[in-house]
C-alpha cells in the first residue's frame, strides 16, 4: 500500500447524499478480487448513458456531460468531496478499490458508513470528517474556482485551502500511523515477520508431528 503523508490535489464536488457502494462499483463489475481494473467502471451509472457490461470497454461508451467526473476542469481530480452517508450499502470492498484505482486518494464528507470508512484506511485512502457547514463552504469554494485545490496533510491532520486557511480533522492515531506508513493488514503482519519465523522453527522443533 503506497504511503500517505500530504497531497495536493485537485478537488471533484460529489453533491449528493447517501451514495451507497452499489452507485460507487456497481454489482455486475465485482468479478474480481484484484484491487486493480475498476476505475473505469466508477461510478458507472452516472459517467455513461448506456448500461454497462463486465468486460465491456469503457473507451467507446456514450459520456454523460453532466456528470461531474466527465466535466474537463475535474479532470485528475485526487480529492473528492462528498454528503453525508457516503458509501452506504453492502460492504463490498471493490467501492475503496474503485475509486483508488480512479485516482482518489481523500475523500471529504460529513459522514460515512462504517465499513466503507474503515475499508478506505486498509486500502490508502484517507476519508476526512468534516463538519457539515464546513464541508458546504468547500463545495461554494469548488464550484466557485476552476481548478480548486486542497492540500491535505496527514502528519499534521489539517486541510489548507488555497486561500490560506487551515481546516483541522481528526483521525485515529493508528488508522494515521498505518497510512503514514503505508502498511495494510498485511504489511502490518510481515513488520513481525521475525518473530512469526522464530515461533514456527520453535513448534516445529517442540512438535514435528504437526509438521509431517
Known sequence: M?????LQGLVAPMDRANVDTDMIIPKQFLKSIK???FGPNLFDELRYLDEGQPDQDCSGRPLNPDFVLNQARYQGASVLLARQNFGCGSSREHAPWALL???FRCVIAPSYADIFYNNCFKNGILPIVLDEAIVDSLFKETEAAEGYQLTVDLEAKVIR????RE???DVDDFRRHCLLNGLDDIGLTLENAEQIKSYEANRKAQSPWLFS
Open 2 to 6: 503506497d504511503k500517505f503523508t500530504q
Open 167 to 169: 481546516i483541522a480533522f
Open 101 to 103: 484505482d480512479f485516482g
Open 161 to 164: 485551502t488555497p486561500a490560506g
Open 35 to 37: 484491487r486493480s481494473g
